[in-house]
């Protein structure tokens, strides 16, 4: 009944036409898979990935399906009934529309259960007027189960820059640096930072680059940002606000209160291989004869590992 080609049949309408195919081919492009589409309803959905987990965009999976069909039975009705019919255009941007607004819906209600994951910044890339990520969600970084020659840094999503920091300490307790990376979602270097600290502990220098990386950002007046360090301590204690060694503590609540500053921030934990610009940042920090030294970026080529490292990460090389 859409494309008036054929007579009308389930399979036909929701599946076959070239309506039904513009709006599957749509929707599969967004989420970045493809496959060919099976002949019947029936194959299709049964064939339909499922996620279970609990990732914030994980119920796009499941509920496209219902709204493609959806979208697609109310154009026939339209058509029908009222002799009205939409050109594709518009029926990509109401099925598009729907979609977001059954996502939204499901990420206000559950958020407390959510974490937010590397696909879900691929996701809000793609589907733009999806909610954004706020500060009270982490993102899943690899677990210790993750090969490690596999992780490699993931730039954060478009409007946003991601700030990697990292803490060296030699003895634990002993000579400390710390380094801190920021760059922008084609992984381009804005900032570059390694500084010497006093002797201390590995925590206090992981919460010292935290500390001199948002003091940094701010100053450069970014206000949307992502935070990604290697130090699980650091990221949980970040998002539950609270830690218990008074020292560590008093540090990471300076950070905090200038955290609160930017107008949206994530968090997100990776493995040091993901991370691997900050920790040969804070390495140089901790071997510097001077207390501090701004790296620019046209100066990485004076430091090999650093400029390897930068290149890299920016075409996601493991």
Known sequence: MLCLEEL??????FVQCKMAQECWSFVLQKLNVMFPLPNTLWDLFNGWPSSNNHSFYACLWKCIPASVIWALWWERNKHIFRQLQSNLGSLLKDLES??????????????????????????????????????????????VKTNRLKVHWIPPKKGFLKL??????????????????????????????????????KNCAEAMALLFGVEMALKKKYTQIQIEGDSTLV????????????????????????????????????????????????????????????????????FPNLFKSIKKDKIGIA
């Open 235 to 302: 990221i949980n204690a970040c998002l539950q606000r609270h830690v218990g060694n008074w020292k560590f503590g008093y540090i990471l609540h300076k950070a905090w209160n200038l955290i609160d500053r930017f107008n949206s921030v994530i968090f997100s934990h990776t493995l040091r291989e993901g991370n691997q610009v900050a920790d040969i940042l804070s390495n140089l920090g901790c071997d510097l004869q001077i207390q501090h030294m701004v790296v620019s970026k046209f100066d990485v080529i004076l």
């Open 98 to 143: 729907s979609i977001v607004e059954v996502v939204m819906a499901y990420v206000k209600k559950t958020n407390e259960h959510l974490i937010v994951t590397g696909w879900d910044i691929l996701m809000s890339n793609r589907w733009f007027n999806l909610i954004s990520p706020s500060y009270n969600f982490i993102i899943s970084g690899p677990s």
């Open 8 to 13: 009308e049949s389930v399979d036909h309408l």
């Open 164 to 201: 990697n920091f990292d803490g060296c300490s030699r003895g634990n307790p002993g000579a400390s640096g710390i380094g801190v990376c920021i760059r922008d979602h084609e992984g381009r270097v804005t900032d570059l930072l390694a500084k010497k600290i006093p002797s201390g502990t």
